[in-house]
């Protein structure tokens, strides 16, 4: 047997051991030099980077109104629900790694959707047992119960200083008073408007006068601006119960979807512990399930713990990373569900042990084939997600990831209350081992139950080293957890904001077996390379929008930077 069959084989047998092993204090969370820091040090000023210049200044505005971190939080997520619907909302959810400065907590607020008591994954299926792309991805059905409202309640009950009253305010001014289309949303309600035209409380919200809205028009949202108005006024009981509840659960009932009421206020926020792994003296605190993507982060730098990155050409380093991205996206195929339904082997995942038996399958100079699980046809990757950044003046961070799933989501808008709805109830695994939109394969421990949530790629982190602190996300589907990855061992290297917001991307994520390449990621010399080692190279368009802020603990210096692929965003210090 060829030394490369053997190792495959050792792979084989590696991933499919269900036993479970000790994590070891050597690669997990211990006493960090940097926290001590940052748990007794502020920086004196703030810093946010979003997506959007109306929610970066939005949460400036809150911060100078006496807030903290969390309620810009909540300030820059209500602001980007009206100026970025395509991305995220009020009709979604999202994931946060927060630190609180006071106590040097680090937490993890999960607002992720859920799915309806009534789900019913035939719903899902056409005629011959085939995925219906159609009821995943659009309309009612497709649509899980929203976490995000929640999850701003309670980001302002349990962590910040102000009412939701001030924190809302940014965004219901905008919503009621308009404020100028730019191209990325204009563009995505082009892209988009033959799915709009189906449901009418859409078609009237992003089709006024029946046509697509130009860049640069006035553009209002007072239906929405009402419904932040009932939540500022009743918290959680101004969405979901009362009359909001009422007309959305109806919208969607007439449309053809399964909500109740009891959906919408049996609906909970869960605060859980982040993962953290220690990789070359930093602190990486990052997503737990039902996010996929702190899992495999974990386990990747566990991979490459083993490995002198630092004395590699780049061809030899971006092929271990390619190897180590692959290993963990089959983990993340095969075991990873929601906490409260599934009992995933968390332990083995996140061991070195397991790791170092990953490792050892590793060619040094050839590629691994991803042919243990059949392929599956991918797609471009997206960024229909959005992530920002915050540090502020006492060291409070937060590290937020939002989401409506695909652009616009659902399409669906539901009635008077002017939400759009998500499509997240694609992001179960509908057909075991079918790929969703993002072309990711998933098993039964991702099929949907009543109350259940849904996997996600979203990876919210904060990294934490001796003298340097980053917070650090994006969106783009299934990248962004390569994304993310890639990011922090930019930052470990010591590349400011601005260049692991900008620095080129790859991505490889175990079916289809491919590496996902930016253009200008790579010299010739190193694509030949990897080419040579057995990697298929493809070309895509630039994908993500990441949002980092940085704080240099020696010189207590702020930075932040939104990706310059996206005109809209803003990093900004003050």
Known sequence: MSSLKWRVLLLGLLLGSSGAFAADGAQTAATHPGAARINSEKPGHAAIAS???????????VLSKGGNAFDAAVAVASTLSVVEPESSGTGGGFMAVLHRASDGRN?????????????????YLNADGSPNRDTALNGPLSAGIPGEPA?????????????????????????RDGFKLDSRLADAIASRQKDIRRWPASAEKYLPGGKAPAEGELWRDPNQARTLENIAAH???????????????????????????????????????????NYRGFRIVTAPPPSSGGVAVAEIFNILSGF????????????????????????????????????????????????????????????????????????DPGMHTTHFSIIDADGNMASITSTVNYTLGSTFVAGSTGVLLNDEMDDFALVPNKPNVYGLLGSAANAPAPGKRMLSSMTPSIVIGKDRVGVIGSPGGSTIITQVLEGILAFIDGKSATEVAAQKRFHHQYMPDRVDVEDGAFDKATADALTAMGHQLKQRES???????????????????SDPRRPSGLGKVQ
Request: no cysteine; net charge negative.
């Open 51 to 61: 997506a959007n210049f109306h929610a970066t200044e939005a949460g400036f505005e």
């Open 107 to 123: 937490t993890f607020i999960d607002a992720r959707e859920t799915a309806p008591a009534a789900v019913n994954a035939k719903d």
């Open 151 to 175: 999850g701003l309640v309670w980001l302002a009950e349990h962590y910040g200083k102000l009412p939701l009253k001030v924190s809302l305010a940014p965004a219901i001014r905008l919503a």
């Open 235 to 277: 918290g959680l009981d101004g969405f979901y119960r009362g009359e909001t509840a009422k007309a959305m659960v109806d919208a969607v009932r007439a449309a053809g979807g399964r909500w109740t009421l009891d959906d919408l206020a049996g609906y909970r926020v869960k605060e859980r512990e982040p993962i953290e792994v």
């Open 308 to 379: 002198d990155l630092a004395s590699m050409d780049e061809a030899h380093r971006t092929h271990i990373v390619i190897e180590a991205m692959r290993r963990a996206f089959r983990d993340h195929n095969d075991y990873l569900g929601d906490p409260d339904f599934v009992k995933m082997p968390l332990d083995m995942l996140l061991s070195p042990y397991y790791a170092d038996g990953l490792r050892q399958s590793i060619l040094l100079d050839k590629a691994t084939p991803s042919s243990m699980l059949p392929a599956s046809g991918g797609t």
């Open 543 to 561: 994908w993500g929008f990441m949002n980092v802020v940085t704080w240099d603990l020696k010189t207590h210096k702020l930075d932040a930077a």
